[in-house]
């Protein structure tokens, strides 16, 4: 029996236990007292209970991720603590703070590899088979499959890191404004929150969730410090530590974000120079190999036929 025939029940056999998994994990019932402990250890699980039992809508794709999602992310899930908290503070840099992030990202990678590698062996069933090294296309397909991901999470998370070191002086010109008519950091933080919303999301984004947690009764300079470590800026943990110190020690908190807006903005004006300065050389590649032949075509062309004129006369 050759491949052509074991084709069909290969792919029947695959199909039948795919949706035996995932029927046993969609109907998977648990007592209601194992439910509880659960609530207890989770605490979002109990948020989305009481969403339910108060008419929360929730769509059924919601309510299969948040089933097959801990499935999925089982085999990939960190081993240690520290290896975990690395996975959190990355997705945070991101903008993925949410505590399911880390199960939801590890779900998606382990479905890449899956959707991989059933494309490159469906690729190598559809063509000539199993012949000589066709059996690493699928584990070639796989393994960049399931690096897409990671590559999707380093994208992101470089363009947000930008993104709030491009607008942070701005929000702290408008922060050290607030403060000098008045209003105390936490007023500044939403009152920057507020107005500078669509100008700077980002920036507003993380004074907003800090600000949260700063009336939720979090200490201020654990606040300030989940606020360095979650934008995973330096300039982010720079203003955290100035702060941190002017509330341990009673300075002016003005006069110290005075002082760390015009640092980052001679940085940002610094950065611009150099990049500026880089253009001369990115140049060099474009002109040689798409300007400079046009010209030499425009420049040598006519006394090019000319010369063949006169050797063909000749």
């Not at 979002?44 to 999925?72: C, F, N, S, Y």
């Not at 088979?129 to 070639?140: E, S």
Request: aromatic letters at 6%; one cysteine or more; charged letters at 20%.
């Amino acid at each position: 029996m050759n491949y052509e025939q074991l084709l069909p029940y290969t792919l029947f056999a695959a199909g039948a236990a795919g949706f035996w998994a995932v029927t046993s994990t969609l109907l998977r019932t648990k007592s209601r007292a194992a439910t509880r402990l659960e609530e207890f250890r989770n605490p979002l699980k109990r948020q989305r209970r009481e969403l339910d039992l108060t008419g929360g809508r929730r769509t059924t794709v919601t309510t299969i991720v948040e089933k097959t999602a801990p499935t999925l992310s089982r085999a990939l899930e960190p081993k240690s603590e520290t290896e975990q908290n690395h996975l959190k503070n990355r997705l945070a840099n991101a903008g993925f703070s949410r505590s399911n992030a880390v199960v939801n990202f590890l779900a998606l990678k382990t479905l890449a590899l899956i959707l991989g590698l059933a494309g490159g062996l469906s690729w190598v069933m559809v063509g000539k088979g199993f012949v000589g090294n066709a059996w690493m296309i699928p584990v070639v397909a796989g393994g960049l499959s399931f690096y897409i991901p990671e590559l999707i999470l380093s994208s992101l998370r470089s363009g947000r890191q930008e993104k709030i070191f491009l607008q942070l002086p701005d929000a702290l010109d408008l922060l050290v404004v607030c403060v000098e008519a008045g209003l105390g950091l936490d007023q500044g933080m939403r009152r920057v929150s507020e107005e500078m919303k669509d100008g700077a999301p980002e920036v507003c984004e993380e004074l907003a969730t800090a600000n949260m947690q700063l009336q939720m009764g979090k200490q201020r300079r654990e606040v300030l410090h989940d606020l360095g470590v979650r934008t995973g800026v330096d300039d982010v943990r720079a203003l955290a530590a100035i702060l941190i110190q002017a509330d341990r020690f009673g300075s002016s908190i003005g006069q110290a974000l005075r002082i760390h807006s015009e640092t980052m903005r001679v940085k940002r004006r610094q950065l611009a120079e150099e990049k500026a300065q880089q253009t001369a050389v990115k140049m060099i590649f474009p002109l040689v190999l798409f300007i400079f032949p046009g010209i030499f075509v425009v420049l040598v062309g006519p006394a090019a036929i000319q010369l063949m004129e006169n050797l063909l006369l000749e």
